[in-house]
């Protein structure tokens, strides 16, 4: 069973940026998709961004597009979700997911495995 770390969360202002990491261990991960998702404080659990098992594809929620990036590194087992341009409605913890099955394109609606979250505050 692979297990999933994030790290990178915090506070910062509105108008910063945040590097969000996930270090995976105990399982496989280069044949599988990943993403990050978001839960706000009274909302349900949202997709942000999702990558391909390759790497060569990713996809975006509307709300982040053009100020977030997702990135994998398969040697490392790392996935990376940097966002800039942050603003108080980012403010969420933060999930690392694998997807359920390998080879996918990285569109994650139901994912196999999360992480414990790693909290994101924005303030205004």
């Known amino acids: 069973q692979v297990q999933l770390v994030e790290s990178g969360g915090g506070l910062v202002q509105a108008g910063g940026s945040l590097s969000l990491s996930c270090a995976a261990s105990?399982?496989?991960?280069?044949?599988?998709?990943m993403a990050w998702f978001r839960q706000a404080p009274g909302k349900e659990r949202e997709f942000v961004a999702g990558i391909q098992w390759t790497g060569a594809n990713t996809y975006y929620a509307d709300s982040v597009k053009g100020r977030c990036t997702i990135s994998r590194d398969n040697g490392k087992k790392m996935v990376y979700l940097q966002m800039n341009s942050l603003k108080p409605e980012d403010t969420a913890i933060y999930y690392c997911a694998r997807d359920t099955r390998p080879y996918g394109s990285g569109r994650i609606t139901t994912p196999g495995s999360w992480g414990q979250g790693t909290q994101v505050t924005v303030s205004s």
């Open positions: 105990g399982g496989t991960f280069v044949t599988y998709a």
